[in-house]
């Protein structure tokens, strides 16, 4: 299915699209039910948990899904979003649809319903899912050594760093300090995959930081 804008304006705000992302999973007919049970947004994705049950109570019959003990399944539904001159779109797609975008939180796949063939594609778009939540989320004056050297702006690498930040204004934001150089550096979620917590140092303010602007002075 392509992309689909709404010309009228009337989703302006993240509220505004969480409550269409529901209307458009929720809907009746005269044998089954479909009803939203959660959603995230991740970036300009939105992710749902579409729970699909028989009006009669008889399990749901489908290809992909085994039902679960109350006979409905529950699927993923991946909604890409994005604004075009004002007006708010979306392309939506089942799970096993093949979409590309794969950061559904856990809070999501716990609620799908089981696959039964383990070389579908749903299957392995759930996988690369949880491996997008294995990340670890590093705290501040963690140690870490990347799965693989980085290599930055100036031609140069790194692959140990120490988890920091620097602030903006009244923002915090996270950045990493250099093994090799003191520099700093900012790193994506993405770069951290597979990486390994060397040595964990738990503290409101970072020593890393403080060391690295006493060096400029």
Not at 106 to 135: F, G
Request: with cysteine.
């Amino acid at each position: 299915m392509g992309w689909l804008f709404y010309t009228d304006r009337r989703v302006k705000s993240y509220a505004d699209e969480k409550a269409e992302i529901m209307r458009l999973c929720t809907f009746y007919s005269d044998v089954r039910r479909t009803e939203l049970l959660k959603t995230c947004k991740v970036g300009s994705t939105w992710y749902a948990a579409v729970k699909v049950t028989n009006l009669d109570g008889t399990p749901v019959e489908d290809r992909t899904y085994t039902p679960d003990d109350d006979g409905s399944i529950t699927f993923a539904a991946v909604f890409l979003t994005r604004y075009d001159d004002g007006c708010w779109g979306y392309k939506d797609m089942e799970e096993s649809a093949g979409p590309v975008e794969s950061r559904a939180p856990l809070s999501i796949l716990n609620l799908l319903s089981k696959i039964k063939d383990p070389d579908s594609y749903s299957h392995a778009w759930r996988q690369r899912c949880r491996e997008w939540a294995s990340i670890p989320d590093y705290e501040e004056g963690d140690k870490i050594k990347l799965a693989a050297p980085v290599t930055l702006t100036d031609g140069s690498t790194c692959q140990i760093v120490t988890a920091t930040h620097y602030r903006r204004g009244r923002q915090k934001r996270r950045c990493y300090s250099i093994e090799e150089t003191g520099g700093l550096v900012r790193l994506s979620k993405a770069a951290l995959a597979s990486s390994e917590l060397l040595s964990s140092a738990k503290g409101e303010a970072s020593p890393v930081l403080a060391e690295f602007f006493a060096k400029k002075e």
